[in-house]
C-alpha cells in the first residue's frame, strides 16, 4: 500500500510503500534523523531531519488497496515503469524549483555503496558534520557538500537495474 510523505515547501511529494504511519509520524515527532526507503519519483533511500525539515505531512491511501498517487510512476518492482531512469548512482538534495520541474539529481562520479552513503549523511545530520561527494550533472562535473547540520533531507538512489 502507498503513502505520500510531502515535506513542505521543498520538492515533489515521495511514495512509501507499505509504510507504518504511526510509527513513521512518532519518529517524525522525535526530531531524531533517520532514513527510509521510497519508491518514487525515484527509488532510494530519503535521509531525513525532521527538525530542520520543518512540517511534514503523511498521507495515506484513500480508502482503497489499488490506490496510486496521481502524477507519480511507480517503479518495475511493483510493474509499473520507473519515474526515473538512473544510469548511475545518484543524490537528490532540495533545490528552489517550480513545483511541477522535473526531479534534478546529481549522478555520484564514483561506484558508491548506496545504503553506506545514506547511512554517512545520517551521521553526518546526526553529528552536523558535512559529507563531500564528486558527483556531475549534465555535461559538467564538481563536488557536492551536504552540510548535515542544516540539510532538511536528501535522497540516494542506485542505479537502474540493467536489463
Not at 521543498?10 to 526507503?37: E, H, K, N, S
Amino acid at each position: 500500500m502507498y503513502s505520500l510523505l510531502q515535506i513542505a515547501g521543498i520538492g515533489p511529494a515521495w511514495v512509501l510503500w507499505d509504510a507504518d504511519l504511526t510509527m513513521l509520524a512518532g519518529q517524525l515527532a522525535d526530531g531524531d534523523p533517520f532514513r527510509l526507503p521510497v519508491v518514487a519519483p525515484a527509488r532510494g533511500y530519503l535521509v531525513l531531519s525532521p527538525a530542520v525539515a520543518g512540517s511534514i505531512s503523511l498521507l495515506g491511501p484513500p480508502g482503497g488497496a489499488d490506490w496510486v498517487p496521481t502524477d507519480v510512476h511507480l517503479p518495475a518492482d511493483v510493474d509499473l515503469p520507473a519515474d526515473v531512469d538512473l544510469p548511475a548512482a545518484s543524490v537528490y538534495v532540495p533545490q528552489a524549483a517550480a513545483p511541477d520541474a522535473p526531479l534534478s539529481l546529481y549522478q555520484l562520479r564514483q561506484a558508491a555503496d548506496v545504503s553506506g552513503l545514506a547511512d554517512e549523511i545520517l551521521v553526518a545530520m546526526q553529528n552536523g558534520t558535512p559529507v563531500v561527494l564528486e558527483v556531475s550533472s549534465g555535461t559538467q562535473a564538481g563536488t557536492l557538500v551536504l552540510n548535515g547540520a542544516s540539510l532538511p533531507f536528501a535522497v540516494v538512489c542506485p542505479p537502474a537495474a540493467a536489463g
